[in-house]
């Protein structure tokens, strides 16, 4: 009879037929997360750049509405959680992130110059990707920000590749790669997990559920709707967060952090969070409820949980509306900046589509 295909660590052998054994055995897994504890300082931080997040998709959004801003636009307001929370706990340079085309805040929590990120929005030729790329393929290898993608879940692919380039180099490095709740049913997310885990790539894959795709919310659309449990057939933990809390995303990257640098391969991040706005600024968004909406900005908003929490700290409120008041000033100054770039030459077209000369 022939002989059912084993798993390394299974202790018992199984014939066809039979159900295998309902328990692997000696399958470790990382700690439970702990909400990161942060100094009066370190959360300031954080509320700063969630701020210039926010501020900076605004002005976005109004750039778009007039005319300024072409093509599609994918807005980060009330994910800011996510991308300060995670890249916090990353070294700028060393490790490398890639997401989706919803990718201004990504950046901006990078440490990359907002300027350069509006004048990209806006076709400049001093935006980072020369005005070629627009809002939705950035791109900063000084960074180890590897975009920016537009087709729906291609990144996580490509991030397993960034792990492994890690991992051959031998540089420490880890990659981060960011896909949506809609990307999680793609065929290549399960084949890049399976690649990542039976090579112990040092990969964290994080799957920003803001719940509805591009228009369908998470339980008409999956079948199994707790996202974080994607990795358990390919033996990848996961580990779900509240990613409206910037302190619990923290931790929980604290966690997966140290265990793929040690060598135990990918972890899972599932991020309950929401969006405010549509998929992108051409969706009315009408699968939901303004209530609904409001709610969510009223319990659980990112920005207004850190300040709370800085208030606890002493922080008065005379302090962040002058912090406020500077991000204003630099955003304005990043929209004006793009307005009064010039726009690629013609000849352009022809340059920077290759690596070498040729």
């Known amino acids: 009879m022939a002989r059912a295909a084993q798993p390394q660590d299974a202790k018992t052998s199984v014939n066809a037929g039979e159900a295998a054994p309902p328990v692997i055995a000696n399958r470790e897994r990382p700690g439970e997360p702990v909400r990161h504890v942060a100094s009066k300082e370190e ?3 954080f509320y700063r750049q969630m701020l210039l997040i926010r501020r900076f998709e605004e002005k976005a959004g109004q750039l778009y509405g007039l ?23 990353l070294e700028v340079g060393k490790d490398s992130v890639i997401t989706g085309y919803r990718d201004h805040g990504h ?3 990078y440490g990359i110059d907002p300027k350069l990120i509006m004048a990209e929005l806006t076709g400049r030729v001093a935006g980072i990707s020369r005005g070629k790329g627009g809002s939705m393929h950035m791109f900063s ?23 492994f380039a890690h991992k051959y180099k031998g540089d420490g490095g880890i990659n981060v790669a960011y896909f949506g709740d809609g990307a999680a049913n793609q065929g290549q997310v399960s084949e890049s997990m399976n690649m ?21 919310s998470v339980n008409r659309s999956s079948s199994e709707d707790q996202l974080f449990r994607r990795g358990e057939s390919f033996r990848v933990p996961g580990i779900q967060v509240d990613g409206m809390d910037v ?3 923290r931790g929980a990257t604290n966690t997966a952090v140290e265990w793929v640098r040690a060598g135990k391969g990918p972890v899972l991040l599932e991020l309950k969070t929401y969006r405010y706005r549509g998929h992108s600024m051409s969706d009315p968004a009408k699968y939901r409820s303004r209530d609904e909406v409001q709610a969510v900005r009223e319990k659980s908003d990112p920005i207004e949980a850190a300040k709370r929490e800085l208030d606890a700290l002493g922080v008065g409120e005379d302090e962040l509306k002058a912090l406020d008041k500077e991000i204003r000033k630099i955003v304005a100054e990043a929209a004006d900046f793009a307005e009064e770039s010039p726009e690629p030459e013609l000849s352009d077209l022809h340059t920077d589509v290759l690596v070498g000369q040729y």
């Open 141 to 163: 290898v000084e960074h180890g920000f590897y975009g920016g993608h537009g087709i729906v879940g291609a990144q996580v692919s490509l991030g397993t590749g960034l792990a």
């Open 67 to 89: 005319g300024l801003i072409g093509g599609f636009c994918h807005l980060y307001i009330g994910q800011e959680a996510v991308a300060v929370g995670i890249q916090s706990a």
């Open 196 to 216: 990542a885990e039976l090579w112990k790539l040092p990969i964290i894959f994080v799957i920003e559920n803001n719940q509805y795709a591009m228009g369908t």
């Open 43 to 45: 959360l300031l931080e």
């Open 247 to 249: 302190l619990a995303v």
């Open 107 to 109: 950046m901006l929590a």
